[in-house]
Nanobody
């Protein structure tokens, strides 16, 4: 059974930094094509902000966080990270780690998962105060 467990969330002031981690267990033989980070603010749809393609170093990052957020993974591709710098109040959301095979980039610049057989973590809260 695949489990994704996030850590590293918290409360920071605007301009601060946080580093999120996601450890995947039971994942080595059940890999998806992409792992990534999604976030969901109250009343909003869950949006993908950064994805990394398995077996490569190819990344996809939403325009609104490009230059501030960086996704990376370990060599085993069972742990991914999200380094978040220059945080803004609008970055406040619950952040989820996910493994997906397909996604769509919409006109708002965010990524949205497709299909039903995706893996999701429980999420970690990030709160940025002004």
């Amino acid at each position: 059974q695949v489990q994704l467990v996030e850590s590293g969330g918290g409360s920071v002031q605007a301009g601060g930094s946080l580093r999120l981690s996601c450890v995947a267990s039971g994942y080595t033989n059940n890999k998806k094509k992409f792992m990534g980070w999604f976030r969901q603010a109250p009343g909003k749809e869950r949006q993908g902000i950064s994805l990394i393609q398995s077996g490569t170093s190819i990344t996809y990052t939403a325009d609104s966080v490009k230059g501030r957020f960086t996704i990376s993974q370990d060599n085993a591709e069972t742990t991914i990270y999200l380094q978040m710098n220059s945080l803004k109040p609008e970055d406040t959301a619950k952040y989820y780690c996910a493994a997906v095979d397909q996604w769509t980039r919409r006109g708002d610049g965010f990524y949205y998962p497709r299909g039903e057989s995706n893996y999701w973590g429980q999420g970690t809260q990030v709160t940025v105060s002004s």
